[in-house]
């Protein structure tokens, strides 16, 4: 049983953060549920909660970007991971219709 629930989970993103830590989010279809690693922590949500987690972040980072005084590149940067986080969530929300 063990082996189906993995076979269930797949890699939908991934990314090596400052200080080579991996940074991976996996879905759980069977379980529709959501996990991010960050190095040696692990999260594990519900995918409904992440979209939500996802929304809280995007907002944060851009209060950050705009109460301190990031260069020009570390804001294309976050503009960037939120266009990319965007394209997760409406892939995430595919694979739940599916």
Known sequence: MKKQLINQTRI???AVLAGNAE???LYNSAKDMVELEVGGTS????ATSFFMMHEMMRKAAAKLVMQT???TQSQQAVVQQDAY?????HLLAQLQVA
């Open 12 to 14: 939908v993103q991934q």
């Open 23 to 25: 940074c991976k989010v």
């Open 43 to 46: 999260l594990r949500i519900a």
């Open 69 to 71: 005084e990031l260069n």
């Open 85 to 89: 986080l965007m394209q997760d969530s």
